[in-house]
C-alpha cells in the first residue's frame, strides 16, 4: 500500500512541474518609429489671433468721450 501511495505522489508532483511555466513566446519587434517635435519657438494662431482683436479695437475706437460736442437732434 505504502508503494502505490508514493507512485501516485511521485506522480501527482511530478505533472505539476512538468507544465509549469508555460509555452515561451517570442514577440519580433519592429523598427522603432522616429518622430520629430516641433520646435518650441513655433507660433500658434491663438496669439495672433489675438493680436488681430486687438488691433481692430484699437482701429475701430469706440464714440468720443467729449462732453462738449453735442448731438445731432433726432427727427420726428
Known sequence: MKKIVATFAALSL?????????PVVVVEEGQPE???????SSVGALPILIGLVLLCAVA???GSDDPQREEEPALE
Open 34 to 40: 522616429v518622430v520629430q517635435q516641433q520646435s518650441s
Open 60 to 62: 475701430c475706437g469706440g
Open 14 to 22: 511530478s505533472a505539476s512541474v512538468a507544465f509549469a511555466g508555460g
